[in-house]
């Protein structure tokens, strides 16, 4: 059988994006983050006691496209970039649909996810400005481990708070953790002020992304040489990102690819931004008519259930006031096994998409995702990070739809990161032990 054109497409190294794409530049109407103790827009200053000052000046930079530094661009490489773009061939002879299905491979990344994209940008900047440890929070550990392995690259001394719920669920993403020489504590910890508040009055709770936050950032505000760094919501983070979309874009051109429907996971909102925004900046301009769907957990329907309003980003009341999205910051999601999308809210620039109704958004129990990742190891070969299930269940009932229509659609979905570390989820799909996402796990 000869091999298809579109069955795979690669870029070489040197067609790694040379510039982030700013979606701040493009769409209308953004209201900026405030100061909870003035009420006022925040200014750099406001942000300081937390971050380095280069990634003050991305996260509350207006310009289309910001240069990506040599340094970066060149660890791309070993973070397997270009990541392949690839045809799910067996996965439509399986539907018997219409439809062309294609996935974008970030599971290829030594990290296993998208997330080391902006953890090494996020490093290099924090290193030029000469910060010597940085903390963090991490959901269901892609992001965590992403930081830990390239704090190495630049001599950064790094701390984790790892949501308590998947902490326990997920032991060996301590193990890597722990193996990159970094430290991980389950949240909420004794190890801040917040972190034992909650403890006092929740003694049982499996933790949220908003407590993790709260603890990290209150450890960086109480150390000069600290600063803190997030995989997640904030407008630097779905910045460095948009090397993912950018290469699809590219790849897509070169095999002739003319996308219906572009889907990728929500939780915070990283790698929907990052596979999607370039192609909606082309869509605010009027050059395409594609569609962006963002699947989420029904444990943390922050866009279908949500409210569009400011809220903090954390659980403590740390973080500035941001537009977005959300369940409120008080809400502490079941414990799902997609720990990366357990959060309240949504990142401002995927919620203002939204809410101008260039995106639109789905739902779906944890049972229902785990179906489809099942699905995509039996066909295709692949096990799925449990948060990469959403978007692919979204295709997959996509390519159904065009197949009840017989229509001729083409699915481009974002396989944000691989599940070999989530196999007890699984594993309790397959054995009927499973809870739905209205129960903990």
Request: hydrophobic residues 35%.
């Amino acid at each position: 059988m000869t091999i298809p054109r579109d069955a795979r497409v690669d870029l070489p190294p040197e067609h790694i994006p040379k510039r982030w794409y700013n979606l701040v530049a493009d769409i209308p109407g953004l209201k900026p983050p405030l100061n909870p103790a003035t009420m006022k827009p925040l200014c750099p200053e406001d942000m300081e006691p937390i971050f380095c000052k280069d990634i003050i000046r991305q996260e509350m930079s207006a310009e289309r496209y910001i240069d990506i530094p040599e340094e970066v661009r060149d660890n791309y490489i070993y973070l397997n970039r270009p990541a392949p773009l690839q045809r799910a061939y067996r996965l439509e002879r399986y539907l018997k649909t219409p439809a062309k299905i294609y996935f974008k491979r970030e599971d290829m990344s030594p990290l296993g996810s998208h997330k080391g994209n902006t953890a090494l940008a996020q490093a290099y900047y924090n290193a030029e400005c000469g910060v010597k440890n940085l903390t963090t929070e991490t959901g269901a550990g892609q992001w965590g481990t992403a930081l830990a392995m390239v704090c190495n690259l630049f001599d950064i001394d790094c701390t984790v708070f790892m949501v308590r719920g998947s902490y326990d669920q997920k032991p060996l993403r301590k193990t890597i953790i722990h193996t990159y020489g970094s430290t991980v504590h389950a949240s909420p910890s004794p190890m801040t002020a917040y972190g034992r508040k909650v403890l006092k009055e929740h003694p049982g709770t499996s933790g949220s992304l908003g407590i993790a936050i709260s603890e990290a950032c209150e450890m960086a505000a109480g150390d000069p040489e600290c600063c803190y760094s997030l995989g997640s919501v904030l407008n630097h983070v779905m910045l460095h990102q948009t090397v993912i979309g950018q290469e699809t874009m590219e790849q897509m051109e070169a095999a002739e690819i003319d996308p219906d429907y572009m889907v990728a996971c929500v939780g915070g909102g990283s790698n929907f931004a990052g596979f999607t925004f370039p192609m909606i900046g082309e869509r605010i301009r009027g050059k395409t008519d594609c569609e962006f769907v963002a699947v989420e957990p029904e444990a943390a329907p922050s866009l279908t259930g949500g409210e569009f309003r400011y809220d903090f980003g954390d659980a403590g009341g740390m973080t500035p006031l941001l537009m977005m999205y959300t369940l409120g910051s008080d809400f502490i999601p079941s414990g799902i096994h997609a720990g990366g999308l357990r959060y309240h809210g949504m990142s401002p620039l995927v919620s203002a998409a939204y809410d101008q109704k260039f995106v639109s958004a789905r739902s779906y129990d944890q049972t229902e995702t785990f179906e489809a990742g099942v699905l995509m190891a039996r066909t295709e070969g692949i096990i799925p990070a449990p948060e990469s299930c959403h978007a692919l269940k979204g295709a997959i009932d996509l390519a159904l739809e065009a197949k009840r229509a017989n229509e001729e659609k083409t699915i481009v979905f974002c396989l944000s990161g691989h599940g070999l570390l989530d196999l007890y989820g699984y594993d309790q799909y397959l054995t009927g032990t499973l809870p739905s996402s209205a129960r903990e796990c």
